[in-house]
């Protein structure tokens, strides 16, 4: 049983940054395939980013491509999601979600995912 705990996230301006946390309890965090997901008001949940065991395999929706970044620190047992260049689109609930997997991959459907974070509020001001 893994549990993710978020924290960050508030509101700031559209052009701005803030950073998302994601803490993760166990001892084999570094073999779980960590994802970003956002759901807006009146709107399903959507994929944002998801990074594999290492930093380097990483894999970004296109509507973030270029402007957020996921990373990992598996000393930490967290992942975070630096966002620049907010939007007011931007505005959502985001949740971390994990899943443990016998290779180094990415995944991106939310149905994969097996564990989710609590979620925590972005909203980007125009």
């Known amino acids: 049983q893994v549990q993710l705990v978020q924290s960050g996230g508030g509101l700031v301006q559209a052009g701005g940054s803030l950073r998302l946390s994601c803490a993760a309890s166990?001892?084999?965090?570094?073999?779980?395939?960590m994802g970003w997901f956002r759901q807006a008001p009146g709107k399903e949940r959507e994929f944002v980013a998801t990074?594999?065991?290492?930093?380097?395999?990483?894999y970004y929706a296109d509507s973030v491509k270029g402007r957020f970044t996921i990373s990992r620190d598996n000393s930490k047992n967290t992942v975070y999601l630096q966002m620049n260049s907010l939007k007011p689109e931007d505005t959502a609930v985001y949740y971390c979600?994990?899943?443990?997997?016998?290779?180094?991959?990415?995944?991106?459907?939310?149905?994969?995912?097996?564990?989710w974070g609590q979620g925590t509020q972005v909203t980007v001001s125009s």
């Open positions: 979600a994990a899943t443990r997997t016998a290779r180094d991959i990415v995944i991106i459907t939310l149905a994969s995912y097996d564990y």
């Open positions: 166990g001892q084999t965090f570094s073999r779980y395939v």
């Open positions: 990074i594999g065991w290492r930093s380097g395999n990483t």
